[in-house]
């Protein structure tokens, strides 16, 4: 009998990640957010797309709140949101801890509307654990994205 792998590391392909790129500025300066959808590729989740979602928070610069409804893609599947602000973390907030209904959770880092920074967190049985980030080339291979603290 083989147990399941924990996922180790999310992979986000160039195309995807231009996607969210794109999202990200043009939604710019409110909080950008939504659904990577994803493929288990033994201990990583591999982004194949992603759904946008709109931001319903009574202040979208400076917070990001949906309602998960049928256009979140079945799992397994990672929320992922932006922080516009320079004076936002470049991880989660307290605020993202406590809300985030959803075990594994992407942040965007975009003060200026470019993503700075890729940071992803699963959602521990105490608390959450950050998990690396890596973009994909056409050949498959790996490599870290960048990762602001």
């Not at 996607?19 to 989740?45: F, I, K, M």
């Not at 591999?46 to 309602?67: L, S």
């Not at 602000?85 to 307290?94: K, L, R, Y």
Request: with cysteine; charged share 25%.
């Amino acid at each position: 009998m083989q147990l399941p792998r924990f996922v180790r590391r999310l992979v986000i392909p160039a195309q995807v990640r231009r996607s969210l790129d794109r999202q990200v500025q043009r939604e710019h300066p409110t909080e950008a957010g939504g659904y990577l959808d994803c493929r288990r590729a033994g201990n990583r989740l591999v982004a194949t797309g992603h759904v946008p979602v709109d931001n319903d928070a009574a202040d979208p610069t400076r917070r990001f709140e949906t309602t998960v409804d049928e256009r979140a893609p079945a799992f397994p599947r990672v929320f992922y949101h932006s922080h516009t602000s320079a004076a936002s973390p470049a991880g989660m907030t307290n605020v993202d801890r406590k809300r985030i209904p959803e075990q594994h959770s992407l942040v965007l880092f975009a003060p200026d509307s470019e993503v700075y920074s890729y940071r992803c967190f699963k959602r521990g049985l105490a608390r959450w654990h950050e998990l690396p980030v890596c973009g994909q080339r056409l050949d498959a291979t790996t490599y870290p994205l960048p990762r602001l603290r």
